[in-house]
């Protein structure tokens, strides 16, 4: 939507046909996702409509939060009567998206590489009116996060002036508690949330429906917005709702809410990082993991408790995959938000999984290390062959 809208804007008029070429991690997690402020349209087509025809490019990351009912319904004719092209490109970027205007002979195109607002080129009719490097994998132009480590992190969190935090999170629970309401309040996908708490109504199960929820409105439609983890709004959602239903089950200050959910947040970010973005390795995982760390601290578990949590956590849920955005995701984050919580009670009764058990190492942070091995390297084919699936190119009936 975000490249769309930029390239209807330098097009200057309504286009007459549209080309969308994306890397296969991009075309994965767009195809099945309902598509906010589009009465309920799916998948990059819908996207790229809602950008055309009612983005606002200056609002970056809410391109179409300002949708009118008017313009839902143009969104929708669009969709309907003009072609739009979805085509798989390989061009050595995980994260890649082209779109390209065309009306009549004139054509904009706008390239967006490595994370979602980082234009790289616009070009108009043979003129290249912006062009920036484009960095391959090495993400450039994001947050370093090469100093990140489960010491320093842990230190961070004790020690900080929480006022250099506090308008961060305080964001992070406001949408993503509402969200999370909205969920369980109204009919998404699954309705997992609700499924949950309609057998039983514990702190543990209240965390797993409440994160399950958020998601549930969120891959359906839901325009609320979201303060997102690891450039997913399912991770933000995941590393922040169970910490926060534990913070209220224990009536906490909101100094160690905050701590909690620096924590959290920081330990997903940790992990994700030699993952990457995209990858075949759920993302939930990891933020679910982060939550478990996050919950740990509020419980008033140290430094051991919240490593030893976070690689528990690991060795039970490592190898869900990731198949896209859509409903289903609000199930993935509720098994691991309950793996999570498991691993925290292992690790509290000095019970955890021991180096050489698997991919468990000699500590959290060669655990760490071998689980983004595992999720950039070793699951590359892993995601290839899901999208093949997903796209009906996969030959499923080889020996």
């Given at each position: 939507a975000y490249a769309a809208a930029n390239a209807a804007q330098v097009l200057g008029t309504a286009p007459d046909r549209v080309v969308v070429d994306a890397s296969g991690s991009i075309i994965k997690n767009v195809k099945s996702v309902i598509v906010p402020n589009t009465n309920h349209l799916k998948g990059i087509p819908a996207a790229v409509a809602a950008g055309i025809v009612a983005g606002k490019p200056e609002k970056r990351l809410e391109v179409i939060s300002s949708v009118t009912p008017a313009d839902i319904e143009a969104i929708k004719q669009f969709w309907e009567t003009r072609e739009i092209e979805v085509r798989h490109v390989d061009n050595g970027f995980t994260f890649e998206i082209i779109v390209t205007l065309y009306h009549g002979d004139s054509y904009a195109k706008v390239r967006i590489v490595n994370y979602h607002t980082n234009i790289v080129l616009i070009k108009k009719d043979g003129q290249i009116l912006y062009q920036a490097k484009a960095e391959g994998e090495s993400e450039e132009g994001l947050t370093d996060h090469s100093l990140l480590n489960m010491a320093d992190i842990w230190d961070f969190i004790n020690t900080v002036d929480v006022s250099d935090i506090k308008e961060a999170l305080d964001r992070q629970i406001d949408y993503n508690w509402a969200i999370a309401q909205a969920g369980i309040q109204g009919d998404y996908g699954a309705n997992i949330g609700k499924v949950l708490l309609s057998t039983d109504q514990s702190v543990a199960t209240r965390a797993k429906a409440m994160a399950a929820a958020g998601s549930d409105a969120r891959m359906s439609g839901c325009e609320l917005p979201v303060v997102i983890n690891s450039g997913s709004g399912n991770q933000g959602i995941t590393v922040s709702v169970?910490?926060?239903?534990?913070?209220?089950?224990?009536?906490?200050?909101?100094?160690?809410?905050?701590?909690?959910?620096?924590?959290?947040?920081?330990?997903?970010?940790?992990?994700?990082?030699?993952?990457?973005?995209?990858?075949?390795?759920?993302?939930?995982?990891?933020?679910?993991?982060?939550?478990?760390?996050?919950?740990?601290?509020?419980?008033?578990?140290?430094?051991?408790?919240?490593?030893?949590?976070?690689?528990?956590?690991?060795?039970?849920?490592?190898?869900?995959?990731?198949?896209?955005?859509?409903?289903?995701?609000?199930?993935?984050?509720?098994?691991?938000?309950?793996?999570?919580?498991?691993?925290?009670?292992?690790?509290?009764?000095?019970?955890?999984?021991l180096p050489g058990e698997g991919i468990i190492k000699d500590d959290i942070e060669e655990t760490i290390k071998s689980m983004g091995y595992i999720g950039r390297v070793g699951m590359r084919l892993t995601d290839t062959e899901i999208l093949n699936v997903m796209i009906d190119q996969a030959d499923i009936n080889q020996d």
């Open positions: 169970p910490v926060i239903v534990y913070a209220k089950e224990r009536n906490v200050s909101r100094e160690t809410l905050y701590r909690a959910l620096a924590l959290s947040n920081l330990t997903a970010i940790y992990q994700k990082t030699p993952i990457g973005r995209l990858s075949a390795y759920c993302g939930a995982v990891s933020a679910g993991a982060g939550a478990g760390a996050g919950i740990a601290y509020l419980c008033g578990g140290g430094f051991e408790e919240v490593a030893h949590t976070v690689v528990n956590a690991l060795a039970i849920v490592s190898g869900i995959v990731c198949d896209g955005a859509k409903p289903s995701c609000a199930a993935k984050i509720a098994s691991s938000v309950d793996a999570a919580l498991m691993a925290f009670q292992l690790s509290i009764q000095n019970k955890s999984f």
